[in-house]
């Protein structure tokens, strides 16, 4: 057996030997998932994932992919699926984290399609890519800023939650301004959600950016101001 086989084994084995099905049901009604649940709480999962990747190292970026795509692809149970997002965020790999690994997390993102797997994705992974290849991951994000899909436009205006003083308010206005118009619930929630953490940095710039977008939804809106 190969390493990524390996890996993907050990995971579903583990995974089935920490769950709780009482919980699981509980679950999945919370998330409006599709796919059923072992019933493995985050904390419990972090810790097998940890035990995971240390016993079942990768030679190189192929068979992270390999593992990861396996992983999501062919999951039985969704945290296979959390567990993939967690291999592809391990220490050990960080060397490969590199714009060869945005149509890994594009997939994940068009074919996940729900704020838990999206938010992470957006966050951890997307928005490390853009910090490190500003160059080569703006432009893909503009574009996604305008993408028939919706949690890739949600991506491109969470992307940058954590960057502060390293804001492109460049990008942040292009993705906003995308999306102004759109109803659905994500995209307006999302656009307050970066409004807000951005306003820890820099409030009065979202204080007149918030006066200069009357067409902002209200929901933006009260939660772009919430702490200010």
């Given at each position: 057996?190969?390493?990524?086989?390996?890996?993907?084994?050990?995971?579903?084995?583990g995974?089935?030997?920490v769950?709780?099905p009482r919980?699981?049901?509980e679950m999945?009604?919370?998330?409006?998932s599709?796919?059923?649940?072992r019933?493995?709480a985050?904390?419990?999962r972090?810790?097998?994932?940890?035990e995971l990747?240390a016993?079942?190292?990768?030679?190189?970026?192929t068979a992270?992919?390999?593992?990861?795509l396996?992983?999501?692809?062919?999951a039985g149970?969704?945290?296979?699926?959390?567990?993939?997002?967690?291999?592809?965020?391990?220490?050990a790999?960080?060397?490969?984290?590199?714009?060869a690994?945005?149509p890994?997390?594009?997939?994940m993102?068009?074919t996940?399609?729900?704020w838990?797997?999206v938010?992470?994705?957006?966050?951890r992974?997307?928005?490390?890519?853009?910090?490190?290849?500003?160059?080569?991951?703006?432009?893909?994000?503009?574009?996604?800023a305008?993408?028939?899909?919706?949690?890739?436009?949600r991506t491109?205006?969470?992307c940058?939650l954590g960057?502060?003083e390293a804001t492109d308010?460049a990008?942040l206005?292009?993705?906003?301004?995308?999306?102004?118009?759109d109803?659905?619930?994500?995209?307006?929630?999302?656009?307050?959600?970066?409004?807000?953490q951005f306003?820890?940095?820099?409030?009065?710039?979202?204080?007149a950016?918030?006066?200069g977008h009357?067409?902002?939804?209200?929901?933006?809106?009260?939660?772009?101001?919430?702490?200010?």
């Amino acid at each position: 057996m190969d390493e990524p086989d390996a890996l993907i084994a050990a995971a579903r084995s583990g995974l089935a030997a920490v769950g709780d099905p009482r919980k699981a049901p509980e679950m999945q009604r919370y998330m409006k998932s599709e796919l059923p649940y072992r019933g493995v709480a985050s904390p419990e999962r972090k810790a097998l994932a940890k035990e995971l990747f240390a016993a079942h190292p990768l030679p190189d970026e192929t068979a992270l992919r390999t593992a990861a795509l396996t992983l999501w692809r062919e999951a039985g149970y969704r945290e296979e699926r959390y567990i993939a997002i967690d291999l592809t965020g391990h220490r050990a790999y960080r060397a490969w984290q590199t714009p060869a690994l945005l149509p890994l997390y594009e997939e994940m993102i068009v074919t996940g399609a729900w704020w838990d797997y999206v938010d992470e994705i957006a966050n951890r992974r997307i928005g490390p890519l853009l910090r490190d290849h500003p160059g080569e991951l703006t432009p893909v994000m503009r574009a996604w800023a305008g993408d028939e899909h919706l949690w890739k436009r949600r991506t491109s205006i969470i992307c940058q939650l954590g960057f502060k003083e390293a804001t492109d308010t460049a990008l942040l206005t292009d993705a906003i301004e995308a999306n102004i118009d759109d109803r659905d619930f994500f995209v307006r929630k999302g656009i307050g959600w970066a409004l807000r953490q951005f306003a820890r940095t820099e409030p009065g710039w979202v204080r007149a950016f918030v006066d200069g977008h009357p067409g902002l939804s209200p929901l933006s809106v009260r939660e772009a101001l919430k702490h200010l």
